[in-house]
């Protein structure tokens, strides 16, 4: 089992907020620590510091790590700042920096068991 941590200009309920292709390869070309490893389509990114890797995926409305390790994660939140987006896992949790180290925040749980925190009208007219 894995679980998928993203980077968007969306939140968890939506896909606002692209991250274009373009300006993703334009990223990972100032970036040191990254090197486009596959392209296409759906570019595959590697990330590497010191002892640390990751691949980075890109799609549409962003781009996600499966099963990212805290560095990762961390490293993920650091494109976030550059992009002006967001780091959010598959379940709603947002990722953040605070005085050098990441914190979480957990969405709240729906009577439904859902994560899906708007009101019910936004709900309705979505």
């Known amino acids: 089992m894995g679980y998928q941590v993203n980077i968007t200009r969306g939140d968890e309920n939506s896909d606002d907020g692209e991250i274009s292709k373009i ?3 334009e990223y990972v070309s100032s970036d040191p620590e990254l090197a486009v490893e596959e392209e296409g389509d759906f570019p595959t990114v590697a990330w ?3 002892h640390n890797t990751a691949k980075l995926m890109w799609e549409d409305i962003g781009i996600w ?3 990212p390790e805290n ?5 993920m939140i650091e ?3 550059k992009l002006n987006a967001n780091v959010i896992g598959e379940d709603g949790t947002v990722f953040t920096q605070d005085e050098g180290r990441f914190t979480e ?3 709240e749980i729906q009577p439904d ?3 899906d925190n708007r009101s019910w009208w936004k709900k ?3």
């Open 124 to 126: 309705l007219f979505s």
């Open 79 to 81: 494109i976030a700042v």
């Open 71 to 75: 560095t990762t994660i961390e490293k």
């Open 113 to 115: 068991g859902s994560t």
């Open 65 to 67: 790590s499966w099963s």
């Open 48 to 50: 590497s510091r010191g």
């Open 23 to 25: 300006e993703w390869l």
């Open 105 to 107: 925040t957990y969405p």
